[in-house]
């Protein structure tokens, strides 16, 4: 209970001090390639249930349209220049504070993955659907300790970890993480982040 009151108190602050924000980004995409502002996709969350994160757009427009669902790479040319700046700082996820207050998501979790990863990783990896006992969140031990090319299955054990070890202090501690490593804009970095 005191989780998701902490949640809704965070995501209506951030929602409505960031709105000057939302604002420029939105400008910025629109600016950039005349492409939609949000992009919407299919997310797996607490007990397999299906969502849609919604992030400010990062990449051009149809980025997978040949390819399919891949994980973005170092220097990836999908991404735009306006894209690099919100990956960086993980600006392009804040939409996804509306996710939080309408309980897909929580500020701390597991990352939220896509259905079609999901049941890739499923078949390779035991234990992987034990990711799914708590809601996927924004940041986590995954998100921070991990790099952005880490396995999956040693994301798995971040994400266990902190599903056994779960805490107000602990979520408290990764988001004041969180904010240092936007802050330096350290998130796509491949070394340590913080």
Do not use: C
Request: glycine share 6%; aromatic share 14%; no cysteine.
């Amino acid at each position: 209970m005191l989780k998701r009151l902490f949640d809704i108190f965070l995501s209506s602050i951030g929602i409505i001090s960031f709105s000057p924000l939302w604002l420029l980004f939105s400008l910025a995409i629109k600016l950039e390639d005349r492409g939609p502002i949000f992009y919407s996709q299919e997310r797996v969350g607490k007990n397999g249930r299906i969502f849609k994160a919604l992030k400010f757009r990062s990449m051009i427009p149809d980025a997978e349209k040949h390819t399919g669902a891949i994980w973005a790479s170092e220097n990836d040319p999908r991404v735009t220049k306006v894209g690099k700046i919100l990956r960086a700082t993980a600006m392009d996820e804040l939409p996804q504070l509306w996710n939080i207050l309408k309980r897909d998501m929580s500020f701390v979790g597991p990352r939220a993955e896509r259905p079609e990863l999901v049941e890739k990783f499923a078949k390779e990896i035991q234990n992987y659907h034990q990711r799914f006992l708590v809601k996927p969140g924004l940041t986590g031990i995954a998100q921070i300790y991990g790099k952005y090319d880490t396995p999956p299955h040693q994301k798995l054990r971040y994400d266990l970890l902190y599903i056994k070890n779960q805490s107000f202090f602990l979520d408290l501690k990764l988001i004041l993480l969180s904010f240092w490593i936007t802050f330096r804009g350290k998130w796509e970095s491949r070394q340590r982040k913080w």
